[in-house]
T-cell receptor, first 113, second 116 residues
Framework: AQSVTQLGSHVSVSEGALVLLRCNYS??????LFWYVQYPNQGLQLLLK??????LVKGINGFEAEFKKSETSFHLTKPSAHMSDAAEYFC???????????FGRGTSLIVHP | DTGVSQNPRHKITKRGQNVTFRCDPI?????LYWYRQTLGQGPEFLTY????????KSRLLSDRFSAERPKGSFSTLEIQRTEQGDSAMYLC??????????????FGPGTRLTVL
């Protein structure tokens, strides 16, 4: 079975500060990993994905994530937060051959001016 | 608009009533998924179609829930004899038929169900 743990239900940063959203996974086989963003009253949108290629993955809107097998982590970062980044962020994992990702509980990113 | 659409966006019903939601996926996508999302939680998988075939159902899906995808295009999710615990956001997603576990799912805006 696979699972995802997102540390911190809320993360608050100032505009221009580093964003770090944490995700740890457990999987019995090499996983595929995803970060999705959800803006209020909207569906989820894929930010980036790891599919066993480069361990540092660049996504949309300046976000990136690094797959660290030894730490079973896939943390999401952005060097400089923007007000428009305020949203709910979900980490998800699926194992090869499965079409069904398991989502974490989400982290709400709050950006202060 | 060529994204995933869901109707209605909001539904308020009384306990014991039946409700039906519709999802129209991206036209060239052969895979369609239903999820349920409650406040403070990530989406939980309910069921999955490849074309018109329902290939997987979660243990979360009680027998009051039924989903169909006739002709492999749009899908409906029906909940019979609704309970207050069914109140949630119901999300639909679709994806193309890539191999393995890498499948970017495109999500609709969801249908928010409130059971009074």
């Amino acid at each position: 079975a696979q699972s995802v743990t997102q540390l911190g239900s809320h993360v608050s940063v100032s505009e221009g500060a580093l964003v770090l959203l944490r995700c740890n996974y457990s999987s019995s086989v090499p996983p595929y990993l995803f970060w999705y963003v959800q803006y209020p009253n909207q569906g989820l949108q894929l930010l980036l994905k790891y599919t066993s290629a480069a361990t540092l993955v660049k996504g949309i809107n300046g976000f990136e994530a690094e797959f660290k097998k030894s730490e079973t982590s896939f943390h999401l970062t952005k060097p400089s937060a923007h007000m428009s980044d305020a949203a709910e962020y979900f980490c998800a994992v699926s194992k090869g051959g499965s079409y069904i990702p398991t989502f974490g509980r989400g982290t709400s990113l709050i950006v202060h001016p | 608009d060529t994204g995933v659409s869901q109707n209605p966006r909001h539904k308020i019903t009384k306990r014991g009533q039946n409700v039906t939601f519709r999802c129209d996926p991206i036209s060239e996508h052969n895979r369609l998924y239903w999820y349920r999302q409650t406040l403070g939680q990530g989406p939980e998988f309910l069921t999955y179609f490849q074309n018109e075939a329902q290939l997987e159902k979660s243990r979360l899906l009680s027998d009051r829930f039924s989903a169909e995808r006739p002709k492999g295009s749009f899908s409906t999710l029906e909940i019979q004899r609704t309970e207050q615990g069914d109140s949630a956001m119901y999300l639909c997603a679709s994806s193309s038929g890539t191999s393995g576990g890498y499948n970017e799912q495109f999500f609709g805006p969801g249908t928010r169900l409130t059971v009074l």
